[in-house]
């Protein structure tokens, strides 16, 4: 817990009860943060060295974006909360390799855009910019809140052939009953915070909280959907990726490896292959759920 916690604990609580706006402001801002900002791992450098690097911009705020190959074939890479667009690097490479042309992005706060903060929202508005800007995905990867953003982004316009989730947040209330918990904060609080969502961000959007779901409408995606989840995730329970499998029905299929966490998932050969075999196969794979070997 960090060491403020309870000071802010006790702020929140009290201020809820006589102010719930600025209760909500306050609460929002802290749960946009980013964990500290990641920097770019030894094995990751080369890949992203090859990268053409752009810029675009968002109401208020500058995005980092890298660009593979001839532009044929886009795959949009999405990362997590408190990562970078280089943690995907094993999917940017072996793409790179099959001919497609991979996308990414650091959200505000995070890797290289500047900013302290950002959100669901500014996610969906990026991937929005991106697909206006390569086109239809060929295939969208995502790993962690990413999953979550980028299918926000997917039932909202951008379109895609295939999806890939790792590690994936299905539930946005599972965010916010984890902030809720970390800070030990009121519900009170977080209704404040919802309504400071509603009110603030996203005005002229009615119901917006509840599209955040990633289950929310999902015969909207209309595509085939891989998921790889570990057992032994610390940060996301398998059952968030058994969510989305329920919501997809047929078009789904979940992998649960072992031994690979949140984060080693990411550079595990045998995901990382899977993965690519699932973008350029021809044709949608079986339903259901296995456990990968070893």
């Known amino acids: 817990m960090h060491p403020l916690a309870p000071l802010v604990r006790a702020f929140l609580n009290t201020a809820v009860?006589?102010?719930p706006g600025p209760a909500g402001r306050a609460a929002f801002h802290l749960f946009v943060r980013p964990l500290g900002r990641a920097r770019p791992k030894p094995d990751e450098r080369a890949i992203m060295a090859t990268a053409r690097v752009g810029r675009l911009r968002i109401p208020g705020k500058d995005v980092v974006t890298y660009a593979w190959g001839d532009g044929r074939r886009p795959v949009l890479l999405v990362h997590g909360w408190s990562s970078r667009a280089s943690r995907l690097g094993a999917f940017a490479?072996?793409?790179?390799?099959?001919?497609?042309?991979?996308?990414?992005?650091?959200?505000?706060?995070?890797?290289?855009?500047?900013?302290?903060?950002?959100?669901?929202?500014?996610?969906?508005?990026?991937?929005?910019?991106?697909?206006?800007?390569?086109?239809?995905?060929?295939?969208?990867?995502?790993?962690s809140f990413g999953v979550l953003a980028s299918?926000?982004?997917?039932?909202?316009g951008v379109r895609a052939k295939r999806f890939v989730g790792l590690g994936a947040v299905g539930s946005f209330t599972f965010l916010t009953t984890g902030f809720q918990q970390r800070l030990g904060v009121d519900e009170r609080v977080v209704r404040a915070l919802r309504d400071h969502v509603e009110r603030r961000l996203a005005?002229?959007?009615?119901?917006?909280?509840?599209?955040?779901?990633a289950d929310h409408e999902p015969e909207s995606l209309g595509a085939p959907v891989l998921l790889f989840h570990d057992e032994e995730d610390d940060m996301t329970p398998p059952s968030q990726s058994r969510l989305l499998v329920r919501a997809h029905g047929d078009r789904a299929r979940l992998v649960v490896t072992r031994g690979l966490g949140h984060r080693r998932i990411l550079k595990d050969p045998d995901v990382v292959a899977a993965t690519v075999e699932f973008v350029t196969a021809p044709a949608a794979e079986p339903s259901g759920e296995r456990v990968a070997a070893g």
């Not at 299918?151 to 909202?156: G, H, K, T, V």
């Open 151 to 156: 299918l926000f982004a997917l039932r909202d």
């Open 93 to 143: 490479e072996a793409l790179l390799a099959r001919g497609y042309s991979p996308v990414a992005f650091d959200a505000p706060g995070h890797g290289d855009s500047p900013g302290r903060a950002s959100n669901i929202i500014e996610y969906r508005e990026i991937v929005r910019r991106l697909h206006a800007r390569h086109g239809d995905f060929d295939a969208v990867v995502a790993h």
């Open 203 to 213: 005005p002229d959007e009615p119901g917006v909280w509840h599209r955040f779901e």
């Open 17 to 19: 009860r006589v102010a």
